[in-house]
């Protein structure tokens, strides 16, 4: 079977998808429970305890108030990079939109990884 070539429009459509997905996932790892373990000095049990009570305040007595609402708010954006993430630019999703197989989307993503390196290394 012969390589399947894209064209510029899509080709740049890909790119774009790529884009999408790198600024998903750093948005995903900043709000992490890690992160915010980190940042707000709250353990990891603790924010999933905050998050399986549906941030009910009454479970949690002797976090802050501002701590709290500030692990609210960052693992509310979260799940919503990760519930745009899982829906549109997740693997099999980029490979139903594009018609490509894994193998192919891994090589693309590669080289748009190696383009896209200088100008993230110059930011």
Same mark, same amino acid.
């Given at each position: 079977?012969?390589?399947?070539?894209?064209?510029?429009?899509?080709?740049?459509?890909?790119?774009?998808?790529?884009?999408?997905?790198?600024?998903?996932?750093?948005?995903?790892?900043?709000?992490?429970?890690?992160?915010?373990?980190?940042?707000?000095?709250?353990?990891?049990?603790?924010?999933?305890?905050?998050?399986?009570?549906?941030?009910?305040?009454r479970?949690?007595?002797?976090?802050?108030?501002?701590?709290?609402?500030?692990?609210?708010?960052?693992?509310?954006?979260?799940? #919503? =990079? *990760?519930?745009?993430?899982?829906? &549109?630019?997740?693997? $099999?999703?980029?490979? +139903?939109?594009?018609?490509?197989?894994?193998?192919?989307? #891994? =090589? *693309?993503?590669r080289?748009?990884? &190696?383009?896209?390196? $200088?100008?993230?290394? +110059?930011?």
């Open positions: 079977m012969a390589r399947r070539t894209f064209s510029e429009v899509a080709l740049a459509a890909l790119n774009q998808d790529f884009g999408v997905r790198q600024h998903l996932q750093s948005v995903m790892a900043a709000h992490s429970y890690t992160s915010l373990e980190l940042d707000l000095g709250i353990a990891t049990t603790t924010i999933y305890r905050m998050e399986q009570s549906g941030f009910n305040r479970k949690t007595p002797r976090i802050p108030k501002r701590k709290f609402d500030e692990a609210k708010r960052r693992r509310t954006i979260y799940w #919503l =990079a *990760r519930e745009e993430y899982q829906g &549109r630019y997740d693997y $099999p999703a980029l490979m +139903a939109r594009h018609n490509i197989s894994k193998p192919t989307l #891994l =090589a *693309r993503q080289a748009f990884r &190696r383009r896209s390196a $200088p100008m993230r290394n +110059a930011a």
